[in-house]
């Protein structure tokens, strides 16, 4: 591949370009400061149960109201998984439980993106999450790079659905056979390609091995 041959490349948030520092430690300070005390392995597998239950739901956090009532209930399955929802106030916890969930770049994955902004290629992002996640990549020091950012519950649909994809080229004015996706999940290359986007596997540090 050459570079000459793309005006664009999107991808995919966690997993590709972000991961989570471990919200363990902190989790368990939040919870001693309400006086609950667990093992570390608890309060992982209630995380766990956290997880497992968001993603299939994170489309409900599009919008600010619905990302809060999402909040509240995933805090209460993890509170549920921990065996502390007698103890602790789901609505008192989501603070604190938000405030553990730290996302940083993996990686490469910054200075890869950097050296493709200095070669004139735009950047995109295109990723199932909710509609925080363009403050999770700003927190990250990461969104100075993108020229838009495309959470699937922002505008209500994910990958594999093609039309993620058709959101972020109307946004970027680009045809998709100029465009290269990256991603660390089939539903990355099963949506580029039904979008008629290329596709190149994570991670983003090695994406680009062996271009001229």
């Known amino acids: 591949m050459r570079y000459a041959d793309i005006d664009a490349v999107t ?20 919870l001693s400061a309400s006086g609950v005390e667990r093992s570390r392995d608890e309060i992982r597998r209630a ?7 968001y993603k299939p739901r994170s489309l ?5 109201e ?3 009532a999402l909040r509240l209930e995933c805090v209460a399955v993890f509170l549920e998984a921990l065996g502390a929802r007698g103890e602790i106030d789901p609505a008192r916890f989501v603070d604190a439980f938000v405030g553990a969930l730290v996302f940083e770049p993996l990686p490469g ?17 295109v990723s199932n999450w909710d509609c925080d996640l363009p403050e999770h990549v ?14 699937s519950a922002a505008v209500g ?19 998709a056979a100029r465009v290269l996706h990256i991603g660390d999940e089939a539903n990355d290359e ?13 991670p983003i540090a090695t994406a680009f091995t062996g271009w001229s």
Do not use: C, N, W
């Not at 995380?47 to 239950?53: N, R």
């Not at 994955?109 to 992002?125: F, N, P, S």
């Open 138 to 151: 700003e927190r990250a020091g990461l969104g100075h790079l993108f020229e838009t950012i495309v959470a």
């Open 11 to 30: 991808v995919d948030g966690y997993g590709t370009l972000l991961t989570l520092v471990d919200p363990v430690p902190a989790l368990e300070a939040a």
């Open 47 to 53: 995380f766990l149960a956290e997880v497992a239950y």
């Open 60 to 64: 409900q956090g599009g919008t600010p």
């Open 157 to 175: 649909v994910e990958k594999p659905d093609p039309g993620i994809f058709h959101v972020a080229l109307e946004r970027l004015g680009i045809s």
């Open 66 to 68: 619905g990302l809060a």
């Open 190 to 202: 099963q949506g580029a390609a039904a979008a008629g986007v290329r596709f190149a596997p994570a």
């Open 109 to 125: 994955a910054r200075e890869t993106l950097e050296g493709l902004r200095a070669r004139g290629i735009t950047l995109a992002m």
